[in-house]
C-alpha cells in the first residue's frame, strides 16, 4: 500500500502506457516523414538534415518506449514535448509535409489529452502549431498553411480534450467505487465487534481498524507504537512462534489462516484480556502485504465458562464441592502416596424436616449443617455435598483417625438447628473406607455409603467402618437388576410425553419422551430411581432401544398442528450414545416406524464429552447427515467447555432448569440465563429452557428471546393416549392471529 500504487490505482491510463504512446507517436512521425523524403522527389531539403531528423525522432521514439515510466507520474511523460516542438520546428524550416504533420498534430493532442491533466491540449496544441507555422512563416509560406494550420490544430484540441473529458469521468467514477468500498470497509470493521490489525514484517502494527484501539484503551496512535509480541503474547507459549514469528521467517507450514487461537490482549490499562484470534498471513498478496490479525473479545464468554466451571463442581445451595467434584477428588487421591480415607455421611428425619418445616428451613439446615462439617474437619480435607441429604468427607488420613473424626462430625450435626424460632435435631449415620489404589474408580465411595448404611440399619452405632462382608447390598442390587431385566422383557416400561411450546406464540411444537416404571406393585417409577441403575448394567442399551423405537412409532400418530409436524425427542444416556451399534438402532427405528428423521430429537448430555470427544463428535456429525435433531441437554450442569460448543453440529440448546428456577428474583442468575441464551443464538442454535413451572418465569424467558420452552406451567408430562388427544384438541383450536399467519418455528 505504497503511495506508488495507490496514485496508480486512481489513474486510468498508467504512466509506462502514457510513454509508451508518447513514444509510438514519436516512432510513427519519425516513419511518416523518412517515407516521405524517400518516396517524394520535391522533398527539396538536404538528405543529410532528414536524415538527421529521422534518427533523432526514432532515438526519442526508441527512448519513450523503454524508460520506465511506471516509476513516475504519467503527467512526467510531458516532457517528450519539447522534443516534438524541436523536431517539428527543425523539419518544417527546410520542408513542411502538411499532411504528414497533420496526422502526427492530431495523434500528439489524442494523446496529451489522454494521458495528462485536462487542458493540457488547450495549452500545448497552440504552443505546438506556433512552433510548427513559425519556421513556415519565415520561409514566407505562412500565407498558404495559415488556415490549414488553424484548422489541424482545433481538431487535435478537440480531440484531446474529448479524450480527456472522458477519461476523468472514468476516473472518477472509479475513485467513488473505491471510495464507497472503503467506507462501507471501515462501517463494517467501525461497528464489528472484532478488532482488525495488519501487521508489517517488522511487527509494528500497520493499520488499526476505526475505534479498536480506543475499545482497547489505547488513544490514537498509541498502537501503532507498540510490537505485536508485546500486544498479543504471555499466553499460551509457542502459539506465537509457531504461526506468527513461523509466517515471518519463511518456515509456517500450516494454512495461512490459523484458526480462533485463544488467547491474551494487552489492554491499555496494562490488563491482559481474553480474546480469540485469527491470523492470516497475507504478506504475498501485494494490497495488504501484512498479517493479519482479528481479535475478538471473548471477556464475557471466559467469564461464562467459569460460572458454568463452578457450577459444575459445586453445590449450589451449600457451596461445598458436589458429586462429581468428589469424585474427582477422590480419584486423584488413589494415586496420591498419603493414606485417604472417605467418610461418607447421611441424616436421618431430614425428610419430615422438610415436610413440616417447609423447604426453605430444609435448605437452611443443610446449610447449617455443612458449615458444621466444614469447621469440623480437618484444613486439607474435602467435604462435598453428594445431593439430597448426604455428604462426604475425603481426609488425608488413616482409619482410625478417620473414624474419630467421622464421630466427631456425627455430633457436630447432631446439635440441635434453630429454625423459625423452634430447635430441630437430626440424627446421622456415617460409613468410613479407605481409599485403594487397586480397586475401582469410585469404590471407597460405594464401600463407604455401604458402611454408612450398615450404621443407619443398625440401632446401636452412627459410625462404622467399611467391612467386605457388608457387599450383602451388592445382593440387593443384583436383585433389583434382574427385576428391571423384567420390566423390560415385560413391557413394564411406558413413555409419557412433555410437550415443548415455542415461547412467542405456545404453540406445542412436538414432546419429549420420558420413560417410567409401570411396576405392578410400585406403580409408576420415575427415571431417577432406575436410570442409574440400567446405565450401570448395561441394560440402558436394549432398554434405550425399545424408547426409541416406541417414541418414533407414537409420533406417526400425531396430528399436525397450524402446518407443524411435531417432533419428538428422546433422551440418551452417555452409556447407549458410546454403544457400537447406536446409529443403526436409530436408523432401523426410523426406517421401521416411517418416521421422518427431522421429527427426531436425539437429546444427549455434555458428559458425554468427557471421555472421547473425537468419537462422539463423529457420532454426532453421523446423525446429523442422517437428517435427525441434535439437542444438547441439561446445559450448564456438565463439564461445560464452551469452545468446543462451536464446533460441534447441535441444532438446540436445552437450558438446565436451576437456571430459569431463581431468574425471576436472582439477578445473578438472570444475567447467567441471557448469557447462555445470547450465547446459544450466536452459535447459531435454538434455544429451549427447561423447567419453566411460573408465569413470571415464562414471561422472562420470553423476554429474553428464549426460542422454546418445557414445563409445568404449560403441561406436564402425559400419557401419550392423552398427549395425543390433546394434541388433536389442539388442531381444533383457533389460534390467535398472529399464530396463524406467522408459522410456528419448528425445532430448528
Ligand atoms: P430431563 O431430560 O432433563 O427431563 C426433564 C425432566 O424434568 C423430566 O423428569 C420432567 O418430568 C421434568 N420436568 C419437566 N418440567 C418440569 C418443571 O416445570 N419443573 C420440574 N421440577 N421438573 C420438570 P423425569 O421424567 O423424571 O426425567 C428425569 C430424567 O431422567 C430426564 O431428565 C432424563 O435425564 C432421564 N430420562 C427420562 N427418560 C429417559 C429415557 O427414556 N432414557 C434415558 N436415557 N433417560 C431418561
Ligand atoms: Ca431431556
Ligand atoms: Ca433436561
Known amino acids: 500500500m505504497t503511495t506508488r500504487r495507490a496514485r496508480n490505482e486512481t489513474e486510468v491510463i498508467s504512466a509506462s502506457v502514457a510513454g509508451r504512446m508518447g513514444g509510438g507517436a514519436l516512432l510513427f512521425g519519425a516513419a511518416a516523414y523518412y517515407l516521405t523524403i524517400v518516396t517524394d522527389p520535391s522533398v527539396s531539403s538536404s538528405r543529410l538534415v532528414s536524415l538527421v531528423l529521422s534518427l533523432s525522432v526514432v532515438a526519442a521514439g526508441v527512448i519513450a518506449l523503454v524508460i ?125 465487534i472484532d478488532v482488525t490489525f495488519v501487521f508489517g514484517r517488522e511487527q509494528n502494527v500497520r493499520y488499526v481498524s476505526p475505534g479498536a484501539a480506543k475499545r482497547l484503551g489505547y488513544g490514537s496512535g498509541e498502537l501503532e507504537a507498540v510490537p505485536l509480541r508485546e500486544l498479543l503474547t504471555e499466553y499460551v507459549e509457542g502459539i506465537f512462534e509457531e504461526h ?74 451449600t457451596g461445598l464441592a458436589n458429586r462429581a467434584a468428589f469424585h474427582r477428588e477422590v480419584q486423584d487421591a488413589r494415586t496420591d502416596v498419603d493414606e485417604a480415607t472417605v467418610v461418607y455421611l447421611d441424616l436421618d428425619g431430614f425428610k419430615s424436616v422438610n415436610d413440616t418445616q417447609g423447604h426453605q428451613q ?93 450404621a443407619k440399619v443398625s440401632d446401636s452405632v452412627a459410625v462404622s467402618v467399611y467391612e467386605p462382608q457388608m457387599r450383602d447390598r451388592l445382593l440387593q442390587r443384583l436383585d433389583a437388576k434382574s427385576r428391571l431385566r423384567d420390566a423390560i422383557d415385560q413391557g413394564q416400561l411406558i413413555l409419557h410425553y412433555q410437550p415443548a411450546v415455542d415461547m412467542k406464540t405456545r404453540a406445542w411444537l412436538g414432546a419429549e419422551a420420558l420413560v417410567r416404571w409401570n411396576d405392578p406393585v410400585r406403580g409408576l417409577v420415575p427415571p431417577v430411581e432406575f436410570i442409574g441403575l440400567a446405565e450401570e448394567t448395561g441394560l440402558i442399551v436394549e432398554m ?120 425471576p428474583t436472582r439477578a445473578r442468575d438472570l444475567s447467567l440465563l441471557q448469557t447462555i441464551n445470547r450465547l446459544g443464538h450466536d452459535l447459531g442454535l435454538r434455544t429451549l429452557v427447561e423447567g419453566v413451572e411460573t408465569e413470571a418465569q415464562a414471561m422472562l424467558a420470553a423476554s429474553l428471546h428464549c426460542d422454546m420452552a418445557q414445563g409445568y406451567v404449560f403441561a406436564k408430562p402425559m400419557s401419550a393416549a392423552r398427549f395425543r388427544t390433546a394434541m388433536a384438541d389442539r388442531q381444533d383450536i383457533e389460534l390467535p392471529a398472529t399464530t396463524r399467519g406467522l408459522r410456528p418455528k419448528s425445532v430448528h
Open 68 to 192: 520506465p515510466w511506471d516509476r513516475f507520474n504519467p503527467r512526467l511523460t510531458i516532457i517528450l514535448v519539447p522534443f516534438i516542438l524541436v523536431i517539428l520546428g527543425v523539419g518544417n524550416y527546410y520542408d513542411p509535409m502538411p499532411r504528414i504533420d497533420a496526422v502526427f498534430f492530431v495523434l500528439i493532442g489524442a494523446w496529451i489529452g489522454l494521458c495528462h491533466p485536462r487542458f493540457t491540449t488547450l495549452a500545448f496544441t497552440p504552443l505546438i502549431a506556433l512552433v510548427y507555422w513559425a519556421p513556415i512563416a519565415m520561409r514566407g509560406d505562412a500565407k498558404d498553411l495559415g488556415s490549414a494550420t488553424l484548422i489541424v490544430t482545433a481538431v487535435s484540441i478537440g480531440i484531446g480534450e474529448l479524450l480527456g473529458l472522458l477519461r476523468t469521468g472514468l476516473e472518477r467514477s472509479r475513485d467513488e467505487l473505491a471510495l464507497s468500498a472503503q467506507r462501507r470497509f471501515s462501517a463494517l470493521t467501525r461497528n464489528s
Open 244 to 317: 506468527v514469528e513461523a509466517i515471518l521467517d519463511g518456515s509456517y507450514l500450516g494454512e495461512s489462516i490459523t484458526k480462533n487461537h485463544e488467547l491474551r490482549f494487552l489492554h491499555a490499562d496494562g490488563t491482559w484480556i481474553d480474546v480469540e484470534a485469527t491470523v492470516q498471513n497475507l504478506l504475498d498478496d501485494p494490497d495488504i502485504d501484512g498479517i493479519v490479525v482479528h481479535v475478538r473479545d471473548i471477556r464475557d464468554r471466559k467469564a461464562l465458562e467459569n460460572d458454568l466451571h463452578y457450577r459444575a463442581y459445586h453445590d449450589e445451595l
Open 362 to 454: 430444609g435448605d437452611r439446615l443443610l446449610r447449617v449443617a455443612s458449615e458444621r462439617l466444614v469447621s469440623a474437619a480437618p484444613g486439607d480435607a474435602v467435604v462435598a455435598r453428594l445431593g439430597g441429604d448426604e455428604f462426604a468427607v475425603l481426609l488425608h488420613a488413616g482409619i482410625e483417625e478417620a473414624t474419630e473424626l467421622a464421630e466427631t462430625f456425627v455430633r457436630a450435626i447432631s446439635e440441635p438447628f434453630a429454625l423459625r424460632g423452634t430447635m430441630v435435631t437430626v440424627g446421622v449415620s456415617a460409613g468410613v473406607a479407605g481409599v485403594d489404589s487397586d480397586g475401582p474408580d469410585d469404590q471407597a465411595i460405594g464401600d463407604a455409603d455401604m458402611a454408612m448404611y450398615h
Open 544 to 663: 434405550g432401544r425399545q424408547i426409541i423405537h416406541e417414541a418414533c412409532r407414537e409420533a406417526m400418530t400425531w396430528p399436525t398442528v397450524a402446518g407443524v409436524e411435531p417432533k419428538v425427542g428422546v433422551n440418551v444416556s452417555p452409556r447407549q450414545f458410546r454403544d457400537p451399534d447406536f446409529l443403526g438402532i436409530i436408523e432401523s427405528a426410523l426406517s421401521e416406524t416411517g418416521l421422518a428423521p427431522d421429527r427426531l430429537i436425539v437429546e444427549i448430555t455434555e458428559s458425554i464429552f468427557i471421555s472421547d470427544i473425537e468419537m462422539a463428535s463423529q457420532k454426532l456429525r453421523d446423525l446429523r447427515q442422517m437428517g435427525t435433531f441434535l439437542a444438547l441437554d441439561d446445559f450448564g450442569t456438565g463439564y461445560a467447555s464452551l469452545s468446543y460448543l462451536r464446533t460441534l453440529p447441535f441444532h438446540l440448546l436445552k437450558i438446565d432448569k436451576s437456571f430459569v428456577e431463581n431468574a
